[in-house]
């Protein structure tokens, strides 16, 4: 209840014109719901270039017909009905298909990764550390007898495994170490 106060006092009011301040809600929300430039535009009515050019340029006006529209879009009048059309009936959140343990971790690495968003060096070192500690813990499993791993693993995934790390080992002994991190794209 709380919150809907809050929310009440501080609602934009747009009046058709894409100031810098309006495109920067405009790109924050879009952002915060996950939707990419077509999936909002979609919603709003309008062909995802529109949208785009409403969020960075340069379109410097609105027809009137979307300005009520855009101003709910901002104030999160429609968060909710755009959460449930666009990702809880289709796909399940990346951290439920986690187990709790590692869904924390994960958290953790990219709250500590968003922190040092100015110092890239901090960034590199951060994943090349992630990296190396999850190379190292899949070279122990491989390393582990079968029985060991008993019911742990498929087979087919210890095969994926061992491959990836043999892959690894083959690049390293000829000094064409890869420049990417081993799970790219998990933390970026």
Same mark, same amino acid.
């Given at each position: 209840? $709380?919150?809907? !106060? +809050?929310?009440?006092?501080?609602?934009? &009011?747009?009046?058709?014109?894409? /100031?810098?301040? =309006?495109?920067?809600?405009?790109?924050?929300?879009? =952002?915060?719901?996950?939707?990419?430039?077509?999936?909002?535009?979609?919603?709003?009515? =309008?062909? %995802?270039?529109?949208?785009?050019? %409403?969020?960075?340029?340069? /379109?410097?006006?609105?027809?009137?017909?979307?300005?009520? #529209?855009?101003? &709910?879009?901002?104030?999160? !009048?429609?968060?909710?009905?755009?959460?449930?059309?666009?990702?809880?009936?289709? /796909?399940?959140?990346?951290?439920?298909?986690?187990?709790?343990?590692?869904?924390?971790?994960?958290?953790? *690495?990219?709250?500590?990764?968003?922190?040092?968003?100015?110092?890239? $060096?901090?960034? $590199?070192?951060?994943?090349? #550390?992630?990296?190396?500690?999850?190379?190292? @813990?899949?070279? #122990?499993?491989?390393?582990?007898?079968?029985?060991?791993?008993?019911?742990?693993?498929? @087979?087919?995934?210890?095969?994926? =495994?061992?491959?990836?790390? +043999?892959?690894?080992? *083959?690049? +390293? /002994?000829?000094? +064409? $170490?890869?420049?990417?991190?081993?799970?790219?794209?998990?933390?970026?």
């Amino acid at each position: 209840m $709380e919150r809907q !106060d +809050k929310a009440l006092k501080h609602r934009i &009011s747009f009046d058709g014109r894409f /100031t810098d301040q =309006v495109r920067r809600l405009l790109r924050r929300k879009r =952002v915060e719901l996950g939707l990419p430039y077509h999936r909002a535009a979609r919603f709003l009515g =309008v062909n %995802w270039s529109t949208f785009r050019k %409403w969020e960075l340029g340069p /379109t410097e006006n609105c027809e009137l017909y979307y300005r009520a #529209k855009l101003e &709910s879009f901002i104030n999160g !009048d429609y968060d909710n009905q755009l959460l449930e059309l666009y990702h809880r009936r289709h /796909t399940r959140s990346y951290s439920e298909l986690l187990p709790n343990p590692i869904s924390e971790c994960m958290e953790r *690495v990219t709250n500590a990764y968003r922190l040092c968003r100015q110092r890239p $060096e901090l960034r $590199e070192g951060l994943l090349e #550390k992630v990296d190396c500690a999850a190379l190292a @813990a899949l070279q #122990k499993l491989i390393s582990m007898a079968p029985d060991e791993l008993a019911g742990q693993f498929l @087979a087919d995934e210890l095969e994926d =495994v061992a491959a990836t790390s +043999k892959q690894e080992q *083959v690049a +390293k /002994t000829r000094g +064409k $170490e890869r420049k990417t991190p081993l799970f790219a794209g998990q933390f970026r």
